[in-house]
């Protein structure tokens, strides 16, 4: 199971996140909707510890890590978590000096300590899950939006996370390259791969969403499953939200 329980974070006076809890279901994918600054990505960087929350608990799994003003949060748990979540990002940030099968072993070799040949396998069993087998020796840079995507996601499933963590993965890609990477993240949901994903683009939540969680000014406003939140969304904010976009 993978829970967010009462995540409170504050930078200075901004209060982004106000006691946010968000229950992710093993096996589905819930979308994170809300406006621009909402805080979709402060939340999905406090699942994986790149922001550290001032009060809540996250749980992944047997993984249960809990926040408190004045404590401070173990770096072995850091790492615990860490290890259950793969993250895909906006912008892709592949390694720009690796090759592509270089950045999906990376993670495998030196943070797993896996054999260069056993991670080598694995990499191309990825690579070749999002169709990028064939690219597996090109550079970051000779490949296009859509492609360094598909290989940012190989990397982040690599070492089998719990839960992927996705952050508005096709929002830097003009439709026709989004769409490659929205196949390729449905696949994945088909084949019961978990997902938290934070996203502006409604067509890939209602294409791919098993339930969606309405964010707005740090609050969760509405959740449930997709096809009652988009179909006959309760709260005002929500409904205003979604028609926004329609
Ligand atoms: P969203 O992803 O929904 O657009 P964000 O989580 O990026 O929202 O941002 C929520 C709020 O947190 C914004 O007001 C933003 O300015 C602020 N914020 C995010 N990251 C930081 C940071 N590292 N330092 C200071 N403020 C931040
Ligand atoms: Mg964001």
């Known amino acids: 199971m993978i829970a967010l329980t009462g995540i409170d ?19 589905g994918v819930t979308a994170l909707i809300g406006p621009s600054g909402s805080g979709k990505s402060t939340l999905l960087r406090c699942v994986n ?7 809540g608990e996250v749980r992944i799994d047997d993984v249960k890590v809990t926040f408190a003003p004045g404590t401070r949060v173990e770096r072995q748990q850091v790492q615990a978590l860490r290890r259950k979540t793969g993250m895909v990002f906006q912008n892709f940030q ?7 099968i270089e950045n999906v072993m990376e993670g495998l070799l030196v943070v797993l300590k896996w054999p260069r040949e056993k991670a080598h396998a694995r990499a191309l069993e990825l690579l070749d899950k999002v169709g990028m087998r064939e690219k597996a020796d090109a550079w970051p840079s000779s490949l296009s939006g859509g492609q360094q995507q598909r290989v940012a ?14 952050d508005e993965p096709t929002s830097a890609l003009d ?4 769409g490659e990477v929205v196949e390729v993240l449905a ?3 088909r084949e019961g791969t978990t997902m938290l994903m934070a996203t502006h683009d409604l ?19 509405e959740a449930g499953p997709a096809a009652d939140v988009f179909g006959a969304p309760r709260d005002p904010r929500t409904q205003r939200f979604i028609s926004s976009l329609t």
């Open 9 to 27: 974070k504050t930078f200075g006076d901004n209060h982004v996140l106000k006691s946010v809890s968000v229950a992710v279901p093993e096996g």
């Open 49 to 55: 510890l790149l922001e550290i929350p001032q009060a």
């Open 94 to 100: 592949l390694f720009p000096h690796l090759t592509a």
């Open 153 to 166: 996601i190989a990397r982040a499933l690599a070492p089998a996370p719990k839960v992927l963590l996705c």
């Open 175 to 178: 439709p026709q390259l989004a």
């Open 187 to 189: 696949q994945l949901a």
């Open 203 to 221: 067509r890939l939540a209602a294409s791919i969403a098993s339930n969606v969680v309405f964010l707005q000014d740090g609050e969760v406003v």
